[in-house]
């Protein structure tokens, strides 16, 4: 498993650790699936923090790879983008 730069700037900008990240993964649910993304096949999952709350994590694998898995960015989802599950997007 790898953390992209990006990975770790928006983990810190939303105060989420990468081990909340880590332990929520066994708990994940899948939301989005995005397998011609142009880096690589990613997924989008909801997670949840050490409290339980809300966390959408970008996880991928690099182009012409297996592994390693990379976590691409994790974010706390808004209610003004989603649904109340925040599994849905909301239309526009």
């Known amino acids: 498993m790898r953390i992209s730069e990006h990975g770790y700037d928006e983990l810190a900008n939303d105060d989420l650790t990468v081990i909340e990240i880590i ?3 066994h708990y994940a649910q899948l939301i989005e699936s995005y397998p011609n ?3 690589g096949e ?3 999952l909801l997670q ?3 409290q339980g709350k809300p966390v959408h994590v970008v ?3 690099p182009k012409g790879h297996e592994k ?3 976590l691409v960015t994790a974010y706390r989802p808004s209610l ?3 649904n109340e599950s925040f599994t849905s997007r ?3």
Do not use: M, T
Request: charged share 30%.
């Open 48 to 50: 949840r923090d050490g």
């Open 23 to 25: 332990e929520g993964i």
């Open 68 to 70: 390693p898995a990379v």
């Open 80 to 82: 003004s983008r989603w």
């Open 59 to 61: 996880w991928g694998i």
């Open 90 to 92: 909301k239309q526009k």
């Open 37 to 39: 993304y142009p880096k």
């Open 42 to 44: 990613s997924i989008l």
